[in-house]
C-alpha cells in the first residue's frame, strides 16, 4: 500500500471507526490491483476482472441474500 493512495470509495463514513474502504492500486500485479480494507485492518486483493465480476453480480441482485441475511 502506497502513503498516496487515495480510497476510491468508503463504506460507512459516518465515524472514525476506520471504516472498510476501497482502492486501486496501478503499482501492483495486475491480480491484485483492487484492494478492500476493512475496520479490523485485514484486506483482500483481486484483479479488475473479477471485481468486475462482483460488481455484475451485485447489479444483478445476485448478492442480496447476504446483505439481508435472508
Do not use: W, Y
Amino acid at each position: 500500500m502506497h502513503d498516496t493512495d487515495a480510497p476510491i470509495a468508503t463504506f460507512c463514513g459516518n465515524c472514525n471507526c476506520g471504516c472498510p474502504q476501497l482502492f486501486l492500486d496501478l503499482d501492483a500485479a495486475e491480480d491484485r490491483q483492487v484492494r478492500i480494507t476493512d475496520d479490523f485492518g485485514q484486506q483482500i486483493q483481486m484483479s479488475r476482472e473479477q471485481f468486475r465480476d462482483l460488481l455484475a453480480q451485485a447489479k444483478a441482485g445476485d448478492l442480496d441474500r447476504a446483505a439481508t441475511g435472508a
